[in-house]
């Protein structure tokens, strides 16, 4: 389609806006690139003093191993460290947190959607103000009754907690989301004689998917990004990925196989590359969504 | 809805918010009035055929009783608050008596591990927060006006900073500058210094973790502000041009005003989760360098030795007062757009 000339940019303003969309795109993609494939090869390529292009093109790498590519680092994290346990606790986790937060999260969302009541909105405005809580300032007032209870380091007792901090966000999200949906619905559905849970379930839920999968997108991503809890609230055995990653960065950069990291978080960066490229739209218009409703 | 029927649907979600976040927030306030028991000594007398001596030693089975009879310890009131790790009022108090000038005073006060994990904080958020919206709303600009096959690829390698786990982002970061790696060697290039290294300074590494925070915050402003532009009415925009606005005084006095309200959002929304800020800190192994306040409570309770349960918690309230006075503006303004409703 042609564009009227009145819309048409001036060509150095062309020029401007193109280069620095490029130049944007390098920028927020190029760490990817470059650890993606720089994983790949040995140590002395991957930190090359002298030339950067060997990172690329791998000489030690050929010279250690017979090929410009190796698996090496992955042998190491995989299979030496035992990332593999980690990933299963993080399945676990990532799964009981969203389908956990989702079930409370459209339960209580709906009910402040559909209450007027000033009660409600206090709920709403205490979620907020728990929304800002710093989720280490948190773990350490769990750490000390978590003891006493002996429930420290267990994977349900991260999982309640991740569910918990991420309730906040869900509640906001979901309530937004019914209000959109139009009210007569679930009213038509009473008139015919049905109760409000048998509304909700037979009227509501059948229409509510789009709304759940894109406040289950952000769950995912926050119980699959936590740190702070995860890190202080597991035990060794129990830990997921990130703070699995964290915690053997020490002992690894000490005995020069600092490969094995990069690629355990090459290997964390798959889930999170797979979750955009397909559910791209779903992340913009959930972002979008709780910009615009407020 | 009846009040009956709200309470059963909101009721797990309430339950688990109420003892996950704020029993603990009422626990953390408790745990910061009270330290650590001091160790029961006990002295015994030993004696040799030289003579005897005494001997101050631990008792530690009293020391554990004691530990299991009153787990929070000791009652210290506000004492952990004002202690050299927190506001330090002693030393402030003798540095504000005596000290050769103002940046004299700064930089001693800086000195103290509260005040300096507080200057890295606000500055971190008060910095990151505008540059990341900046670059937000420069970029949602500029991939409105190029042309449609490049729109895609932007946003999906725009989301990836945004959702890459932090630290896992700031580790990748970290690696490309090393002083052995890619612009590690750059920059050492660049300034014509081999011993240049990121790692080292001060100031080089607020830089980084400055200019890491705007990449990763950046794109969440991007996706905003560019869904915002779409909603921007094409009306008023030809009228504008109509009545003679050049590009620059449509993005002024059109596209601004009408994307303000997100703005103000996007904004909130960053200050509370900047000043957090903690990921980074731990995945650049910056601490000695920029400790911010998350930082510094974590590392109470990962110490090496024994856990400061009242250290963390007295930091942690004094965080808390810090986002509840972020806070104010947003819930002023809730409050105001509720009871305009209700009217």
């Known amino acids: 389609m042609e564009e009227p000339l009145a819309h048409r940019q001036p060509p150095l303003l062309r020029i401007l806006t193109t280069g620095f969309v490029i130049v944007w795109l390098v920028i927020a993609a190029f760490p990817f690139l470059w650890t993606v494939w720089g994983s790949f090869k040995v140590e002395g390529d991957f930190f090359s003093r002298a030339n950067w292009l060997n990172a690329i093109f791998g000489p030690a790498t050929t010279l250690q191993t017979g090929a410009p590519f190796t698996g090496n680092g992955y042998y190491g994290a995989w299979v030496v460290n035992g990332l593999w346990r980690s990933v299963m606790n993080t399945v676990i986790v990532t799964i009981c947190v969203t389908v956990i937060s989702l079930t409370f999260g459209t339960l209580g969302g709906y009910a402040l959607a559909r209450s007027g009541r000033r009660y409600s909105f206090f709920v709403l405005i205490a979620a907020l103000i728990f929304r800002a809580m710093p989720h280490i300032t948190l773990v350490s007032g769990y750490l000390l009754p978590f003891f006493q209870l002996n429930v420290w380091g267990y994977l349900p007792t991260a999982i309640i907690v991740l569910v918990a901090i991420n309730q906040p966000f869900t509640l906001w999200m979901l309530h937004s989301f019914f209000l959109s949906i139009p009210k007569d619905l679930d009213e038509s559905a009473m008139v015919d004689g049905c109760s409000r849970f048998q509304a909700f379930r037979l009227a509501v839920i059948p229409v509510m998917w789009p709304g759940v999968i894109t406040t289950g997108l952000f769950s995912f991503l926050l119980a699959y990004n936590d740190f702070a809890v995860t890190s202080m609230l597991l035990s060794q055995d129990n830990q997921t990925i990130v703070p699995r990653i964290a915690s053997f960065l020490g002992s690894i950069e000490e005995t020069g196989k600092v490969m094995y990291a990069v690629a355990a978080v090459v290997s964390a960066t798959v889930p999170l590359f797979i979750l955009v490229m397909f559910f791209q739209r779903q992340i913009v218009s959930g972002l979008t969504a709780g910009a615009v409703k407020g | 809805m009846p009040h009956r029927t709200f309470l059963l649907f909101i009721l797990p979600s309430l339950l688990a918010m109420v003892v996950f976040i704020a029993a603990p927030v009422v626990s953390v306030a408790i745990q910061s009035l009270f330290v650590a028991h001091d160790k029961v000594m006990v002295s015994v007398q030993s004696c040799s055929p030289f003579g005897c001596t005494d001997d101050v ?122 002083a052995n790696a890619i612009l590690g060697v750059a920059l050492q290039n660049l300034f014509h210094d081999p011993n240049l290294y990121l790692k080292a300074s001060a100031p080089l590494t607020w830089i980084v ?54 703005a103000t959002f996007v904004a909130l929304v960053q200050l509370m989760d900047n000043f957090r800020v903690f990921e980074p800190v731990v995945g650049f192994n910056a601490q000695a360098n920029a400790s911010s306040l ?50």
């Open chain 2, 57 to 178: 030693h631990v008792d530690n089975k009293a020391t554990e009783e004691l530990q299991k009879r009153e787990p929070l310890g000791k009652f210290n009131g506000f004492g952990t608050y004002i202690d050299r790790n927190h506001l330090a009022f002693d030393e402030v108090g003798a540095i504000l008596g005596d000290n050769a000038g103002f940046g004299d005073a700064v930089g001693r006060i800086y000195a103290l591990p509260f005040y300096r994990a507080l200057a890295f904080t606000l500055v971190y958020t008060f910095v990151v927060t505008p540059l990341a919206m900046l670059l937000g709303f420069i970029t949602a600009l500029a991939v409105n006006t190029v042309p449609g096959w490049i729109k895609g690829p932007v946003i999906f390698f725009s989301l990836l900073p945004m959702i890459i786990t932090p630290i896992i982002g700031s580790l990748m970061v970290y690696w490309m500058i090393d």
């Open chain 2, 209 to 262: 973790l400055l200019l890491y925070g705007i990449w990763t915050n950046g794109p969440f402003s991007f996706v905003v502000f560019y869904a915002g532009l779409q909603m921007v009415p094409k009306d008023t925009l030809e009228s504008a041009m109509i009545d003679g606005a050049n590009r620059w005084d449509r993005v002024r006095f059109v596209v601004v005003p009408y994307l303000t309200p997100l």
């Open chain 2, 294 to 343: 998350s930082y510094s409570i974590y590392s109470d309770l990962n110490g090496q030795f024994s856990q400061l349960f009242s250290s963390a918690a007295a930091t942690s309230m004094l965080t808390i007062l810090g986002v509840i006075v972020l806070l104010i503006p947003v819930l002023v303004r809730t409050w105001r757009e509720f009871n305009l409703k209700a009217v």
